[in-house]
């Protein structure tokens, strides 16, 4: 691949900073396709210093000024898409059109967010006494500490950097050492070919204990975001708990895919089936647990198994290809020895897959799953569906609210009963005959901004 002027540097105040390097691989051949800069505590606090320098002055900024940033960086990743594409398949061995379609998805959360930049200016209250002028004004929080995951990482970058910058703020980013560049360094590029200040926007890269806990612990951090794993997200919560600062935590969890016996089952297993074998299993969106009415769990296990087997396994660079790698030895280690395997030895029935050809985890189906094993308790983060039989309606219901989740479903013939099951379950987000995803809504323009109360007597 063609050097970068960001490889293996940090961006800091503008510049490109090379520093001791790590390789970035390939996931599907294991080739090396660039470097990571290896950060600590110094660069963290430099990072952050040019943040706070530079976000005075732009939140300072017009509006428009601040809107106009995030187009021209949009327009920089449309130019250059087919660069973006390619490397965040190499780096976390995604097939094209996950890939392509976290660039589109970057692209327009950058849009979405220049329009967040109009919309911060307040609100005037009602007095509480006469001649009394009560103003409610939206500031910038100051700097904010990104700390992204390696499954998607430039959406998931995107998704704080383009609402942060557009309401006043500046970012230190952090991304993941397994995916570095196509959601860091290379999104550093992109930035900086739009013009965006010195400062406004940094990188560090390296290592969580090295680099992202120094960032959390940073004093000049007013937020940090971080999207990744629920015992990460817990240690960084209490970090910036210590001292009154802000967090906002997307982690994952034990999502659970009911269903019900009045389902269309071809349907439902090809919903629940994609939704646990995409990318590798390897989301925070991902069926983690299928939870099946015994009126037709036999036939669903049998249609799941078909899903599976019409899945093909390979490189996803040379195209034809429904499913990559996953992200590393140990993940997939993980899956299988920790996850698979002792749910065998309990009692589980494998019944396609389980299987792996150095990092190409074969789509796998695990038959009579029940509660106590690791295949139902944990989040597996792997392309595994275990399906666990239920009789009644309630039981399903008992077990989805059993763990905590992201994102649950369940699948019915009647959209009513669906609805009702749905508005008894614990999660934030619940599909009704669907799975995965999440919707757009408002809560850019609160997380991103604190409020300020100035009242003035006449």
Not at 63 to 76: G, I, N, T
Not at 184 to 207: H, K, S, W
Not at 347 to 367: K, M, N, Q, S
Request: charged share 20%.
């Amino acid at each position: 691949m063609a050097p970068r002027r960001s490889d293996g540097a940090h961006y800091i105040g503008g510049v490109f900073e090379p520093a001791e390097t790590e390789p970035v691989v390939e996931k599907a051949t294991g080739e090396e396709i660039g470097r990571f800069a290896i950060g600590g505590v110094d660069e963290v606090q430099r990072a952050v210093a040019a943040a706070v320098s530079a976000q005075r002055e732009w939140a300072a900024r017009l509006p428009d000024e601040r809107a106009w940033l995030l187009r021209r960086v949009a327009d920089v990743l449309l130019r250059r898409q087919d660069e973006f594409t390619d490397v965040l398949m190499r780096e976390t061995g995604g097939i094209r059109a996950k890939a392509a379609g976290e660039v589109a998805a970057a692209v327009r959360k950058l849009h979405e967010s220049a329009g967040l930049a109009n919309r911060m200016a307040g609100d005037v209250l009602p007095p509480f006494k006469p001649d009394k002028l009560v103003l409610l004004q939206r500031l910038p929080l100051g700097v904010v500490g990104a700390i992204t995951p390696w499954n998607f990482p430039l959406v998931l970058a995107m998704r704080p950097i383009a609402p942060a910058l557009a309401l006043g703020n500046a970012v230190v980013l952090k991304p993941a050492e397994q995916a570095p560049i196509g959601g860091g360094q290379l999104l550093m590029e992109a930035f900086d070919e739009a013009g965006a200040p010195p400062g406004l926007i940094n990188l560090v890269t390296g290592y969580g204990p090295e680099a992202g806990q120094p960032l959390a612990e940073h004093p000049d951090v007013a937020l940090v975001h971080f999207t990744g794993s629920v015992p990460v997200g817990r240690q960084l919560a209490a970090i910036v708990a210590r001292d009154g600062r802000q967090v906002s935590l997307e982690l994952g969890g034990d999502n659970a895919f009911v269903v019900l016996d009045d389902a269309d089952v071809a349907a439902a297993a090809a919903c629940g089936g994609g939704n646990s074998f995409e990318f590798q299993g390897q989301t925070c969106i991902t069926a983690s647990r299928h939870i099946v009415q015994r009126a037709v769990y036999l036939e669903y296990l049998d249609a799941l198994v078909a899903v599976a087997r019409k899945i093909t396994v390979g490189n996803p660079i040379k195209g034809g290809v429904d499913l990559g790698p996953m992200i590393s030895e140990a993940q997939l280690d993980r899956v299988h020895h920790e996850i698979v395997e002792p749910s065998i030895r309990m009692g589980a029935r494998l019944i396609e897959g389980g299987v792996h050809d150095g990092l190409f985890y074969y789509p796998t189906v695990l038959a009579d799953v029940t509660p106590d094993m690791p295949a139902f308790t944990e989040e597996i983060f792997g392309p595994v569906a275990p399906v666990t039989v239920v009789d009644t309606e309630e039981e399903a219901l008992a077990l989805t609210n059993r763990h905590p989740a992201l994102v649950n479903a369940v699948y019915t013939g009647d959209p009513l009963r669906g609805l009702a099951f749905a508005e008894r379950v614990n999660s934030g987000m619940v599909h009704v005959n669907d799975a995965g995803g999440r919707p757009h809504d408002e809560s850019d323009l609160e997380e991103f901004t604190k409020r300020r109360w100035i009242g003035v007597q006449r």
